[in-house]
């Protein structure tokens, strides 16, 4: 344990330090809020192409159109960022040669990789708590009036699909991980989009880990509580696929 906690702090500093993790925050969020906008001000001044990408959407009204547009943003965009981040963080040690010195580390290459995951997490738990912040500002702006309990209830869903994506983006680092670098973390990442993208136009994104949180985001009665378990089951296979790797890596390989 005392490894583990020591790993966590070393990481946590090494992305404090680093540039990366501060710009993808101000991009993704501030990305994900325009988009939302530029959508909700495109459906208000009746823009037909606008209203007829986003389908029922559309006729949705007020907070429950924008947490909408949210979610189906953060399924996507947040997940391309979050997988990306994932990726650095595993990948660097191999684009850098830094992963060779972990081997004389007293720290075991396992409790590194595990305070990748819980940097990760408190990044991600970060950027949902900033998002919603100024998702419920901008709906103010808007005109939509201050949040009652029903707008509340969605604003903690809209966290916790962020913090769902950050999980569904565990498979990313055993991609970087076996391809020693950041492509085939990112190149894994896109793929889950694409994945999920598919599966919910074929209508059993439900049982698809990736598209479930943001259907549960959109329509809670939608997504059961064991479909929405999958997520976690995802993550858990992922994480430990990983560890796994890192506890079997080899200098020559």
């Known amino acids: ?54 389908g029922p959407l559309a006729a949705r009204d007020g907070w429950d159109r924008m947490f909408g547009l949210a979610a189906q943003l953060t399924a996507a965009g947040a ?4 997988g990306v981040v994932l990726s650095w963080l595993v990948g660097r040690e191999f684009a850098d040669g830094t992963i060779t010195s972990m081997f004389a580390l007293p720290v075991a290459r396992p409790a590194i990789m595990l305070a990748k995951f819980v940097v990760h997490l408190a990044w991600v738990f970060a950027v949902a708590l900033v998002f919603a912040a100024i998702l419920a500002v901008v709906g103010v702006t808007l005109g939509h009036g201050m949040p009652r309990a029903p707008e509340l209830a969605s604003l903690g869903r809209q ?8 999980l569904v983006a565990f498979p990313a680092a055993w991609a970087a991980t076996l391809g020693r670098g950041l492509l085939p973390g990112i190149a894994a990442t896109i793929g889950l989009v694409v994945c999920g993208q598919v599966m919910a136009i074929a209508g059993v994104g439900a049982w698809f880990p990736v598209a479930a949180p943001a259907l549960w985001a959109l329509d809670p009665s939608a997504v059961t509580g064991p479909q929405l378990a999958l997520v976690g089951a995802l993550a858990g296979i992922a994480a430990a696929l990983t560890v796994r790797s890192w506890s079997r890596l080899q200098l020559d390989r």
């Open 159 to 166: 966290v916790l699909l962020t913090v769902l994506t950050g």
């Open 79 to 82: 997940l391309i960022a979050f």
């Open 1 to 54: 344990m005392n490894g583990l906690l020591i790993a966590v702090e070393v990481e946590f500093r090494k992305a404090v330090a680093s540039r990366v993790l501060g710009a993808t925050t101000i991009i993704l969020v501030l990305g994900l809020v325009a988009l939302t906008v530029g959508l909700e001000l495109g459906v208000r001044s009746g823009n037909a192409n606008v209203t007829a990408q986003l």
